[in-house]
Nanobody, 120 residues
Framework: QVQLAESGGGLVQAGGSLRLSCAAS????????MGWYRQAPGNERELVAA???????NYADSVKGRCTISRDNAKNTVYLQMNSLKSEDTAVYYC??????????????WGKGTLVTVSL
């Protein structure tokens, strides 16, 4: 069984920074894409940023220039550095791993989410 464990969420003032981490555990051979999604109350879940195993990245327009996604393939861990946070960044942030190669084939896995609250 593959699990994702997120950490790093919390309360921060507008203009501040947070770093989210997500570590995948289990019988994993490789992970194709790792990413972060977020869901604010009343909104649909949306992509924040994603990174491939080769390092290619994709960002939502709303976070470009303010967030940086990175990963450590050896540790099956993905990070999201968020700077210049705004109140509209307040949401539950979910880690996602796609194309997770295991002994049972390829899986997509979601974390339980970590709350980020940005105060004015």
């Amino acid at each position: 069984q593959v699990q994702l464990a997120e950490s790093g969420g919390g309360l921060v003032q507008a203009g501040g920074s947070l770093r989210l981490s997500c570590a995948a555990s289990g019988n994993i051979f490789s992970i194709n894409v790792m990413g972060w999604y977020r869901q604010a109350p009343g909104n649909e879940r949306e992509l924040v940023a994603a990174i491939s195993s080769g390092g290619s990245t994709n960002y939502a327009d709303s976070v470009k220039g303010r967030c940086t996604i990175s990963r450590d393939n050896a540790k099956n861990t993905v990070y999201l550095q968020m700077n210049s946070l705004k109140s509209e960044d307040t949401a539950v942030y979910y880690c996602n791993a796609g194309g997770v190669e295991t002994t049972r084939g390829y899986l997509e896995v979601w974390g339980k989410g970590t709350l980020v609250t940005v105060s004015l």
